[in-house]
């Protein structure tokens, strides 16, 4: 025997833990000889024990104060986003009766401005609906369900067509593959904010190449398949049979076991954990996938996954439950034969090559102008026609031409302040969120600020990297990005670029841990989201030293 654990009583009554090894001799006729015990002090081992298992205790219970944190808060978020729809739905409303009288291009922005800020509202409201429904899950609650008839194709199509955006690299298709009706029983909003999860899922994790939802029939079930060509998942630990597969937990995909291990590993396991809760490369919240997966067990289904590097693919199966025929004039069920799903492929958005170039010629005689000016949010490129020389004109006359085509600068101006007199300052903002860029672009228009946009972090160091030295006056950067996160970014800037561009750290991240990182990166301030445009004016004030009226 090896290793048993045993409880001995010191002689002044302290319980002590040691480990016992023992073995047995026996001589050559098979009979017992002799015995050898070891012992040894296991109290090292018992305190190591006992330390992971509270630790691993504590990582249980943090995660379920953040359920719970976050079910009471996003409940008090209910009554403001109610309060911001309705003001949003009826400003909107007033501003589209101006615009029948006037037509003013303001109103029109505005407009837009205000429809953008509804679909925020209602993507933040179905963002609390659906944490609550999870947590409910959870709880075992079980989701009532309406069964309607759901045509397959038109279900798909529009599904896809509210795929959250895309690369333009990526491609969006429909397969469809015959076999049973074009029909099926299912309740079809759960069945749309199934495919939502997945094809979000998939959105993110696919920068380039094709997204495809399938839809056929396989063992008389109807089954929906989503598959991407993205990286893929990892899948090396197993769980036992019958527990949720760590791809379809919430909030990390880390294994929490019931048994003992040792300090070291739980350690890890918590460290890991809060890494991936702390990713700034991501806006989810990491719960769609574990949503998905509770509501096609509501209708009835199981989500599966296979994934390998450029195969990731996520799918389930319904009953192909009969559906009823329609009814005729009479009201009497009609003959006519139901309609049957037909083998198809619909492609709901083509990918484009980033690197093609359309309508642009080398052979033509043009150059570009790049000029900027006040109020714009892009650097335009104007294209001028360089003049022509004439047969017989000579070498003097082509070259006068040219010059009296090319803009001049003043010396006096190049002596007193340099060639970024005349122009207003060029402000980099790097945010992946469309309506929180446009709102800054313009606020800094307002300014009197030119601006261009980055996506992501990689976007935003590509930029630099091929900018002329000091054409960016100022960066404003978000943090938490896809692709690359904000740290990163400055990073890179700061100590590979080596450039002295100021970086402000936009954020809605607020905490201290977060403004102590950074300052060791090298940010030039912080600010928090949302900046009033007070806050911008001084911003652009103090890093340009653009006086703003």
């Not at 691993?56 to 995660?63: D, N, W």
């Not at 040792?262 to 702390?278: P, S």
């Not at 083998?343 to 083509?350: A, F």
């Amino acid at each position: 025997i090896r290793d048993v654990p045993v409880r001995f009583r010191t002689k002044d009554g302290r319980i002590v833990n040691l480990l016992i090894d023992s073995n047995v001799r026996y001589d050559t006729a098979g009979n017992f000889a002799h015995t050898r015990c070891f012992i040894r002090d296991d109290t090292q081992r018992k305190v190591r024990e006992a330390r992971a298992r509270l630790l691993l205790e504590e990582t249980k219970r943090s995660l379920t104060m953040l359920d719970n944190f976050m079910s009471r808060t996003l409940h008090h978020m209910r009554t403001p986003m109610h309060v911001m729809q309705h003001t949003c739905d009826l400003v909107a409303g007033k501003l589209r009766q101006n615009l029948c009288a006037t037509s003013s291009p303001v109103d029109k922005q505005n407009v837009q401005l205000l429809d953008e800020s509804s679909v925020h509202i209602s993507n933040t409201v179905t963002m609390v609906d659906d944490i609550s429904d999870l947590l409910r899950f959870d709880q075992g609650s079980i989701l009532n369900v309406k069964t309607v008839q759901v045509h397959l194709k038109s279900f798909g199509l529009e599904v896809l067509s509210a795929c959250a955006p895309t690369d333009s690299t990526v491609e969006l298709a429909l397969e469809l593959s015959a076999g049973g009706a074009a029909w099926v029983a299912s309740d079809s909003e759960v069945l749309k904010r199934i495919m939502h999860q997945l094809l979000s899922n998939a959105a993110m994790a696919t920068k380039a190449g094709r997204i495809t939802l399938k839809i056929g029939y396989q063992d008389a079930r109807c089954t929906f398949m989503v598959t991407d060509t993205g990286p893929g998942l990892s899948t090396a630990q197993e769980v036992a049979e019958g527990d949720i597969p760590l791809v379809f937990q919430r909030f990390h995909q880390e294994l929490l076991p019931d048994d003992l291990v040792d300090f070291e590993a739980a350690d890890t396991l918590r460290e890991k954990i809060a890494k991936g809760l702390a990713n700034r490369c991501t806006n989810s919240l990491g719960i769609g996938l574990s949503l998905a997966y509770h509501l096609v067990q509501a209708v009835g289904g199981e989500l599966r996954y296979s994934s390998i590097p450029g195969d990731t693919k996520f799918w389930f199966s319904l009953p192909a439950a009969a559906m009823k025929p329609p009814l005729d004039e009479l009201g009497n069920p009609s003959r006519a034969p139901v309609e049957q799903l037909n083998t198809e492929v619909c492609v709901v958005r083509e990918a484009h090559d980033p690197m093609a170039l359309s309508g642009v010629s080398g052979a033509s005689n043009t150059s570009g102008q790049i000029k900027r000016k006040p109020g714009d949010d892009v650097i335009e490129t104007q294209v001028v026609q360089a003049p022509r020389k004439k047969k017989g004109s000579g070498e003097e006359r082509f070259m006068t031409e040219l010059r009296d085509s090319i803009k001049m600068i003043k010396k006096e101006c190049v002596a007193s302040q340099g060639l970024k007199a005349e122009m207003p300052p060029l402000i980099l903002v790097v945010e992946d969120t469309d309506i929180c860029a446009k709102l800054i672009c313009m606020t800094l228009r307002k300014l009197n600020c030119a601006t261009k946009r980055a996506e992501n972090g990689q976007v935003a160091v590509d930029m630099l990297r091929e900018a002329m030295p000091g054409m960016y006056s100022l960066i404003l950067m978000d943090l938490r990005m896809p692709v690359m996160d904000g740290l990163d970014a400055t990073r890179l800037i700061k100590q590979e670029l080596k450039l002295d561009t100021p970086v402000v750290a936009v954020t809605g991240d607020s905490g201290p841990e977060t403004q102590k990182i950074c300052a060791e990166i090298g940010f030039d301030d912080f600010q928090n989201k949302p900046m009033k445009r007070n806050q911008l004016k001084a911003i652009v004030e103090k890093f340009t030293g653009h006086s703003v009226k």
